[in-house]
């Protein structure tokens, strides 16, 4: 596999893929499932899909519209969706709490502080427990970031893609430059104690030296943390265009070098940090708990892994979002995935040899009664992709670039097949 360059096919950041998920036959309660995990840690994740404008290459869940009276209507449900579900999780420890999108930052303060409030029904307060909160530049300006400041919010977490006009233009990303310096300068000047860049590589028109370039532009701005996306063109999105893996893994090795010299520490193929025990989107062991409201965002309670239906296309965002609104009962859910012993197993493998520190051979024996199945490690050990060392099973450095490879290794049949079916659709 390492003669070649890796193959840039997919962001195995979950599994299974929201893609595999499925309505199930009968609605299922949420109540017995919560129930299992009672005492457990969790995190709470609200999803806010409204956007000013579609980035032509985005295919994340959200909407372009600020329309007011739509999020209000949309906040009022979150509020009734967490009035329901917050009776059920009061055995649950939150110990994190991230809002993304989408676009938070284009609600108002008032519309964020109501966030907030909601939070508090789960028993959350950003003062208290880690909080995160994505931004676009176009949303970053003083005033709410004092806001933010004034709640304690911890982390804030900025896409920037390039600070290059022809290259912004070039995805169909509308935000100006100036937009984006003054965005990160008011943010710089607010000191939140963990601030992230994500810039995009493998843009059309874009070099190994333009991409260096953006790098040392947002270096000025001392981040703590750097994602360095490789640009992925999907089905549905506003913008077409070939990958060259060649090309790609050259930008990457180049950005990787450039970040490591800057001090930085590589957690996972596209997350560079300062200081690398912060915890960060990706931290993750494989088997936490996530309890998610709004429309989009994926929820993890134990083997029940539930989300609404993937969309891509504006349409269908719109009318999934429309008949949120109209949603009255959030305590059975309706689509998703039940995860069987064996994913499990597998989502375990992915998540701690991809986002963690390593697959610990003993803690897997521990939770399912057997060791790491050896041959499944013994071709990536041959060609130095994965090491076995001091009772971890962990990505070599050459290794973390061919994650997207790695990861495909992992899918199962059922998986794969669920997730192919739905492009066919
Ligand atoms: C949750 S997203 C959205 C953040 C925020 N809405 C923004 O665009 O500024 C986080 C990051 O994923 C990356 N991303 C999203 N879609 C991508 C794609 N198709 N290819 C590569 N990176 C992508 C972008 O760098 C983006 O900033
Ligand atoms: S990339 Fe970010 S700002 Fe652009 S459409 Fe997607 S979620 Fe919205």
Excluded at 13 to 26: D, G, I, V, W
Excluded at 107 to 115: N, P, R, T
Excluded at 202 to 221: C, D, K, N, V, W
Excluded at 400 to 417: C, E, H, T, W
């Amino acid at each position: 596999m390492n003669k070649q360059p890796p193959h840039y096919i997919h962001y195995m950041y979950s599994y299974p893929h929201k893609t595999a998920y499925r309505p199930f036959n009968l609605p299922v309660s949420l109540s017995p499932y919560i129930n299992k995990v009672k005492g457990r840690r969790a995190s709470l994740y609200f999803h806010i899909p409204f956007c000013r404008y579609k980035c032509g290459f985005c295919n994340l869940f959200s909407l372009q519209s600020c329309n007011t009276s739509k999020i209000d209507a949309y906040l009022d449900t979150m509020y009734r969706q967490a009035c329901q579900l917050s009776p059920l999780t009061e055995k649950l420890t939150f110990d994190a709490f991230a809002i993304g999108g989408g676009t938070p930052l284009l609600l108002s303060v008032a519309q964020l502080d109501k966030l907030f409030e909601i939070a508090a029904l789960f028993g959350v307060s950003a003062g208290e427990v880690s909080t995160s909160i994505e931004t676009s530049p176009d949303y970053t300006d003083r005033h709410v970031l004092r806001f933010l400041k004034e709640k304690d919010v911890e982390r804030l977490s900025i896409g920037v893609q390039s600070f290059l006009t022809e290259e912004l233009l070039s995805i169909k990303r509308s935000t100006p430059v100036s937009v984006i310096e003054t965005a990160l300068d008011t943010i710089r000047q607010m000191d939140f104690p963990q601030f992230n860049i994500d810039l995009i590589y493998g843009i059309e028109g874009q070099t190994e030296e333009s991409f260096l370039s953006s790098i040392q532009r947002a270096l000025q701005y001392q981040p703590t943390e750097l994602f360095l996306y490789p640009l992925y063109i999907r089905s549905g999105v506003r913008i077409a265009g070939k990958v060259n893996n060649e090309l790609l893994f050259k930008m990457y090795t180049a950005g990787r070098n450039e970040l490591q010299k800057a001090g930085f520490k590589q957690t996972s193929m596209r997350r560079f940090v300062q200081d690398s025990n912060a915890t960060g989107p990706e931290h993750s062991c494989g088997d936490e708990l996530m309890i998610s409201c709004g429309c989009g965002a994926r929820s993890y309670i134990g083997e029940l892994h539930y989300a609404t239906s993937y969309a891509v296309g504006q349409p269908q965002i719109k009318s999934i979002i429309d008949a949120y609104i109209e949603t009255t009962d959030f305590t059975t859910i309706t689509n998703g995935y039940l995860l069987s012993e064996e994913e499990k197993q597998r989502r375990y493998l992915i998540k701690n040899l991809m986002y963690y520190r390593g697959i610990e051979k003993a803690d897997y024996w521990r939770r399912f009664g057997e060791p790491v199945p050896p041959v499944t490690f013994k071709p990536l050990i041959d060609k130095d992709l994965v090491e076995d060392k001091e009772g971890f099973i962990r990505l070599t450095a050459e290794g973390m670039a061919y994650s997207d490879d790695i990861g495909q290794l992992f899918i199962s049949p059922n998986v794969r097949k669920q997730m192919d079916d739905y492009l066919l659709e």
